[in-house]
């Protein structure tokens, strides 16, 4: 939800260059009964953030509705301050991420989560649909997100992709 881009760490945006996390997320909700509610229902809340910034990015919008559903600043501002950069610079997203998150801690109102991420995620030009350069392969992204409870509702509070390398944990 955060990165795109060349390797390095990101503070939960993206740089603007050719890995975004994008259009389609490969991994499906959980729903398994062998996880605890509380569980369940922040992996799930993960998942939907991504969701929420990968549906965004395809087109650049920095107002989707999604956006507000499933995070909270500052991850909110900072997604929403590079999907700007996007617009204004003629550039979507496109590819697939899946991921494969872990809950490392978690108490009643705050969860860290650890992902390895693989991104097939690209940023293109709008108006031709080809790449922005600098193109990078396929790879391996590191996640660390911290969610907060807010209300009944686990939301993105701040997250941190380190590109072509995974978190440690994860």
């Known amino acids: 939800m955060a990165s795109c881009g060349g390797s390095g760490a990101s503070d939960g945006s993206h740089p603007t260059t050719t890995r975004a996390k994008s259009a389609t997320t490969t991994s499906l909700p959980v729903t398994t009964t062998t996880l605890a509610?509380?569980?369940?229902?922040?992996?799930?809340?993960?998942?939907?953030?991504?969701?929420?910034?990968?549906?965004?990015?395809?087109?650049?919008?920095?107002?989707?509705?999604?956006?507000?559903?499933t995070m909270v600043e500052p991850q909110l501002q900072s997604v929403k301050a590079n999907l700007f950069a996007d617009k204004r610079a003629g550039m979507v997203g496109r590819g697939t991420t899946t991921l494969h998150p872990k809950i490392t801690a978690l108490s009643a109102t705050t969860a860290t989560v650890?992902?390895?991420?693989?991104?097939?995620?690209?940023?293109?030009?709008?108006?031709?649909?080809?790449p922005v350069p600098p193109v990078t392969p396929p790879e391996n992204d590191g996640v660390r997100a911290t969610l907060v409870l807010s209300g009944s509702t686990w939301k993105v509070y701040k997250q941190t992709v380190t590109e072509g390398t995974c978190a440690p944990g994860s």
């Open 37 to 69: 509610p509380t569980s369940v229902a922040v992996l799930n809340a993960y998942r939907a953030g991504w969701a929420a910034f990968e549906q965004a990015l395809a087109t650049a919008n920095p107002s989707d509705p999604e956006l507000a559903a």
């Open 114 to 130: 650890v992902d390895c991420a693989y991104s097939r995620a690209e940023l293109l030009y709008a108006a031709t649909g080809k």
